[in-house]
């Protein structure tokens, strides 16, 4: 101990944490331990080294083991840092081990998000290689049936990715429900619970886990993740009424595609659900004429439909006469508009959230 006397301890964030595991504000800690609540905001920001009598006093007032403020934890957050970042996703990301080591000391809620979210990705992989795997275990003579996927987006193609019945439908919900973005998810909600008896809930994400939605069929239940945001909460509710309400133009649809096998029907119906839930989100005319009055510029379109970035953004390069610039919000010089070149969602985004939803249940 007489070697370390002269080293000074900053145990900024440790000590912030233990105060709010506490239950203490920095004016009541300091308070307890005899100091001002300056200096503890000094402290928590570690622009003032804990002393040997800090130490002691706070051991002593709230009956705390000192090994509290051990790095024990935040080693072993840096190391799991080193090794999410150590991935071969992150191979073009030349990230200091500095900033791997102030984040786990620093942000440790952070850290365990990205723990999370990594666990996820890495799930989702190993299960993306097993539907792979399972593909290429069937007849190869039979392409179709031997890839789902590839036959559902040759479907998709074989439209262009127009459906006019799903188009129609959806703008007669937003005409009957009359209502804005801002209030289209109570409005869904409300006619999911009237019209269906299905009542949404939204669930913490310890109960939902990774998964962002759940339909319980024998409770009549729509459970939605916290994790969703806004635009992807009325998402949901909006892909529900479309099974709801839909499920005749999704089968009318489906059959003229012929004979299909179970997991590329399947797959086909909840594609056209996804589509039929983005375009009751941004109604095409709406949205297209607001894209041309806005000068196509992706960031008010998302605020003014509540819709994703990303959604807009895909929806708007559906078209190939648009020239999408989100940080210009310039408009494209030929861009025509019309239905046959129009998509209310690329298939490449239907198709991914449709494989999601295959393996979710969801249909």
Known sequence: MAGDSGKKLFV????????????????????????????????????????????????????????????????????????????????????????????????????????????????????????????????????????????????????????????????????????????????????????????????PVDVMRETLRRFDRHRRQLLISELADGPGRTFQLAFQIGLAECSGHFETTVNRAGPLDDTPRRLYRITLANYFAAAAMMPYQAFHAAAESLSYDVHVLAQRFNAGFEQVKELLEADPGADVAADRGRPGPDHHGGHDAHSAWSWASCLAVAMISSAMGWG
């Open 12 to 203: 900024g964030p440790r000590f912030r944490r233990i105060r709010q595991q506490l239950g203490l504000s920095q004016t009541q800690i300091a308070e307890g331990l005899g100091i001002s609540p300056s200096y503890v905001n000094l402290i928590e920001r570690n622009q003032r080294p804990v002393t040997a009598q800090i130490l002691l006093r706070l051991a002593e007032a709230y009956d705390l083991d000192l090994r509290d403020l051990a790095t024990a934890d935040e080693d072993r957050f840096f190391a799991e840092l080193n090794e999410i970042f150590s991935d071969p996703l992150f191979r073009q990301i030349d990230l200091p081990k500095q900033e791997l080591r102030d984040l786990a000391e620093l942000c440790p809620g952070v850290t365990h998000s990205l723990q999370r979210l990594y666990a996820a990705y890495t799930e989702a992989r190993r299960g993306e290689t097993l539907v792979a795997a399972q593909m290429a275990d069937r007849d190869e003579g039979a392409r179709f049936e031997a890839n789902p996927i590839e036959r559902v987006r040759d479907l998709i193609e074989a439209n262009r990715n127009y459906f006019p019945e799903l188009e129609q439908a959806a703008e007669n919900l937003r005409d009957e429900l009359n209502a804005t973005a801002e209030d289209l998810f109570a409005t869904l909600s409300t006619r999911l619970r009237e019209k269906h008896s299905i009542v949404t809930r939204i669930m």
